[in-house]
C-alpha cells in the first residue's frame, strides 16, 4: 500500500505560479513513477505530467509544455510540480498518481483555481 499526501494547491491571478508537492508513505520501493493528473469540472481527468523513479523518462502534456516543470527526490519520496505562467483553463483539482507494479495509487487532490 502506498499512501500520497498533496499540498499547494491555492488561488492565483493568471500568469502567477504554484509549486503542489506529493509525499510517499507505505510501500514507496514499490513506486516506478509518480506524476500528477487533473480534473476540471465536465471534464475527464487528464494526464499533466508523470516522471519516473530513475528521472531518466519524463513526460508532459502539450498544454503545460513549457509552463510546468515536474521533479521528484527519491530520498524522501516526494514528487513535485512547478506550475509558472498558470492560465485560468488550468484550473482544475490535481491528483497525484504513484504508479507501482501492483497498481495505480491517487492522492486526494488538491484545487488550483486561477482567475483572469
Known amino acids: 500500500q502506498v499512501q500520497l499526501v498533496e499540498s499547494g494547491g491555492g488561488l492565483v491571478q493568471a500568469g502567477g505560479s504554484l509549486r503542489l508537492s506529493c509525499a510517499a508513505s507505505g510501500d514507496t520501493v514499490s513506486i516506478y513513477a509518480m506524476g500528477w493528473y487533473r480534473q476540471a469540472p465536465g471534464k475527464q481527468r487528464e494526464l499533466v505530467a508523470i516522471i519516473a523513479r530513475s528521472v531518466s523518462s519524463i513526460n508532459y502534456a502539450d498544454s503545460v509544455k513549457g509552463r510546468f516543470a515536474i521533479s521528484r527526490d527519491n530520498a524522501e519520496n516526494t514528487a513535485y510540480l512547478q506550475m509558472n505562467s498558470l492560465k485560468p483553463e488550468d484550473t482544475a483539482v490535481y491528483y497525484c498518481?504513484?504508479?507501482?507494479?501492483?497498481?495505480?495509487?491517487w492522492g486526494r487532490g488538491t484545487q488550483v483555481t486561477v482567475s483572469s
Open positions: 498518481i504513484a504508479r507501482t507494479f501492483g497498481g495505480d495509487y
